[in-house]
Every structure is written in structure tokens, then in C-alpha cells.
């Protein structure tokens, strides 16, 4: 796709890309179908990025039993057409995200055995010197093979050596999930179990934060032995304070207690409602009334594609927002900005 402008397929997917996250109120949905409508066109014209956009989106609202905002913009002719040049992609031009996103759809669709066997192939064509196509310009985006193979190999029960080996691959492209499972696999408060999981968080995995912070706040000298080099990585920490001495903030400075709170913060910023609630709650505790609320006010509102622990964390956020607005002014008036933000 050529205009008289001169502009190339991939500049236009490149415009189309922001109207998917653009506009104002949930409802204005006016900027997102013209992206979807470029991207179409886009892909129609063999586009690889504009494929693996609409692709990847269409499969995330699959994937949580939700309407597919695609579905109800493009004609299912395209869609067709568009899931076609996808497996064009892996099959025939070996892209390797085309080949793991493809084995999503294929797992997803109860055919396990073609899934394996794209997601080795993706695994095996994967530059890790190459950024995600999708993963830096919108939401949705292509999860790890690596992680995503892990988890197909123990749906069949797959040898433990395979699964740990496919995810130690993971682990040498600096995969954040890889990172993650593998951290599930070792011995809690190991240094090998440290490391991972470290490496997850540092990397940006939501709830590999939420786990270090965990660790941290829960932290108990005495469990240090049981490791001597992770007895020698948290040396350098204070003891968390207990009793009264707990709820003096200055108190914390230098402790485990105080890491675990900046993981959560680190989590929370990161979009893990879990970490939103256990600093609402940490909050409230310490009369920071004002504070919980406007992390509670962020719990409280449903991602794009919610699975049900989500959609628990946000029935529990309402609920300790309803009971701090009952006793708040501060609440109250922080609800009332959020309201008016909301309508602008």
C-alpha cells in the first residue's frame, strides 16, 4: 500500500497504533474503531505489525471470555482473511511473533500438540537483540513463548527436566516471566529462589513486585540461616520494628519492612491491584485516609481485559472505598475530583 502522499504501510499502522488507546470517557469508542479500520486495511495489504496488532487484541478478549472489540468492527471475512496472513506469517516468512501468538490461538482453540510445536519454533527464531513489535505501542501484546510453552508443557504433564529447561532458555533472553516461573520452582528463601525472583521484579513482572515486597515486609532475620548467600545478600538490612515501634514511620528507615513498601509501590505503579490494596490498607492503618483513597480509587476501576481475580480486587476496593468515604471528608472530596476528572 502506496498513496500519491507517499506514505508506506507501515507509517500507517504506525498513525493507527494511538487512536487504539486515544480519546477520552470508556464509551467514546470513535478514535478506536478508525484504528482498527486502518489497521485492517493495513493488514489486507500485508502489513506483518498491523496483523500482529489486531491479532494480539482479538486474542486477549478471547483469552478472558469477553467480546472482541474486533469482531464487531471488521467483518468476519476480514478477520478471516486477517487470522490467514497471521499464519502466513509463521508458517511460510518465520516470524516469531507470529509464530507464538499463533500457538496462543491454537492452545486456546484445543489443539495443543501444533501449539508445542509453534511455540519451539518461536523460541528457536526469537532475537532477543530485537524489540517486541507490539509490546513498546500498546497494550495487548504477545506474551512470552517461553513462559507460555512452560505453562502448555504442564497441562500435558510434560518431564519436569523439559519444562525447566525451556524456561532456563527464558531466563537467558532476560525473560521477565521466565524469570517468574522459574522462581515458583525453587525452595522459598533459597538464593536461587531470590535471584529469580529479583530478576522478575527488576524486569517489571507485576507480581514478582508484589512477592519481594511480601518477603521484605514479612522479613525475619532468623530465616537468613538457612542460606548463607542470601544470608550475605539482605546483611546490610535493619530488623523490622515490632509493637509500637511499627506504626512510627521514622522507625522503618534502613529495614526490610521499608524495601517491601517501595516493591509495592513499584507494583502498584505497574498496574498490580494486589499492591494497591495492601498500600491502601498500610495507609489507613497510619491515618492516610486521603492516600488509600486515590490508590483505592485506582483498584476500583476494571482493566480492559479483567480476569476474576481482578475482578475480585475491584469488588474489594469499592467495598473499603465505601467505608472510608462514610467517615472522610478528605475521601469525599478526593471521590468528587476523580468524578469531575472523569467527565471532562
Known sequence: MSLEFNITRAQLTALAIPLLSAGGSPTDTYNHDIGFLLLGACSKAQDPLATLHIMSTHYMALAHHQTSRV????????????????????????????CAL?????????????????????????DISVLSATSNTMAPRIASPWAQYYLLLQSLNAPKELCLEVLEKGAEAEDPMSYYHLSTLQNPNSWDWMQYL???????????????????????????????????????????????KAKDPKSLTGTAEALGWEWHGLAAKAGNKRSMLRLAKWMVERGQEGAAARWL?????????SDERDKR??????????????????VKEILEEAAAAARK
Open 71 to 98: 469482531s464487531t468492527i471488521l467483518l468476519p471475512s476480514e478477520l478471516f482473511t486477517i487470522r490467514r496472513h497471521l499464519e502466513s506469517l509463521a508458517h511460510d516468512q518465520n516470524n516469531a511473533e507470529a
Open 102 to 126: 499463533l500457538a496462543q490461538f491454537l492452545d486456546h482453540e484445543g489443539k495443543p500438540k501444533k501449539a508445542a510445536q509453534l511455540y519451539q519454533k518461536a523460541i528457536d527464531l526469537w
Open 198 to 244: 529479583t530478576r522478575a521484579a527488576a524486569s517489571g513482572h507485576p507480581d514478582a513486585m508484589f512477592d519481594l515486597g511480601e518477603w521484605y515486609i514479612s522479613y525475619d532475620p532468623v530465616i537468613k540461616f538457612l542460606d548463607p548467600k542470601l544470608a550475605s545478600y539482605v546483611s546490610w538490612l535493619k530488623p523490622n520494628p515490632k509493637g509500637d
Open 297 to 305: 480509587i485506582k483498584v476500583s476501576t476494571p482493566r480492559a481485559y
Open 313 to 330: 480486587f475491584v469488588r474489594e476496593g469499592r467495598a473499603m472505598l465505601r467505608g472510608l468515604k462514610e467517615g472522610s471528608k478528605i
